[in-house]
T-cell receptor
């Protein structure tokens, strides 16, 4: 059974700092991995999707990497801003249609 | 750009009542999904559809039914609501299984 773990559960940083969020998964037989952000009381916004054949994806200040063999992904956020404050979720898709989600990392960027 | 729209946004039911949650997407996506999000449990897949007229069970399907009569709509039904179904329900869609899933803003459902 696929399990996804995100560490830390919460992170507080000063504005401008570069930071890394971690995601690990137990079954390396995945099709893709997706990073989302969720603002309080809102739905999920897709940030980046990495196919199993890819090593990384970039969008603006965000860079996500994937090491399938070790079951790890990282989301790098450069020059963090208060608007980046949200919960970040990692999810993996295997053979089934089910996306397996981690429980998220709650990020607070302090002005 | 509406994207994925869920109605209603909030609802309170009594145990044993029935209701239907509606999800509509305007992106012509083939795949649609229903999830529930509970504190400490994360998001879990209830049912999904890979195209008009198709439905399939996800991780936690018991107590729910779904229908996809039109490509743009995916309905989630609770026939006899139970307090354990108190949750936030999210609908999502994607163009195919390897594309990003786009989520609605959720329906907050309380069963008393």
């Amino acid at each position: 059974k696929q399990e996804v773990t995100q560490i830390p559960a919460a992170l507080s940083v000063p504005e401008g700092e570069n930071l890394v969020l971690n995601c690990s998964f137990t079954d390396s037989a995945i099709y893709n991995l997706q990073w989302f952000r969720q603002d309080p009381g809102k739905g999920l916004t897709s940030l980046l999707l990495i196919q199993s054949s890819q090593r990384e994806q970039t969008s603006g200040r965000l860079n996500a990497s994937l090491d399938k063999s070790s079951g790890r992904s990282t989301l790098y956020i450069a020059a963090s801003q208060p608007g980046d404050s949200a919960t970040y979720l990692c999810a993996v898709k295997g053979k089934s249609e089910k996306l397996v989600f981690g429980k998220g990392t709650k990020l607070t960027v302090n002005p | 750009n509406a994207g994925v729209t869920q109605t209603p946004k909030f609802r309170v039911l009594k145990t044993g009542q029935s209701m239907t949650l509606l999800c509509a997407q305007d992106m012509n996506h083939e795949y649609m999904y229903w999830y529930r999000q509970d504190p400490g449990m994360g998001l879990r897949l209830i049912h999904y559809s890979v195209g008009e007229g198709t439905t399939a069970k996800g991780e936690v399907p018991d107590g729910y039914n779904v229908s996809r009569l039109k490509k743009q709509n995916f309905l989630l039904g609770l026939e006899s609501a139970a307090p354990s179904q108190t949750s936030v329900y999210f609908c999502a869609s994607s163009s195919n299984r390897n594309q990003p899933q786009h989520f609605g803003d959720g329906t907050r459902l309380s069963i008393l």
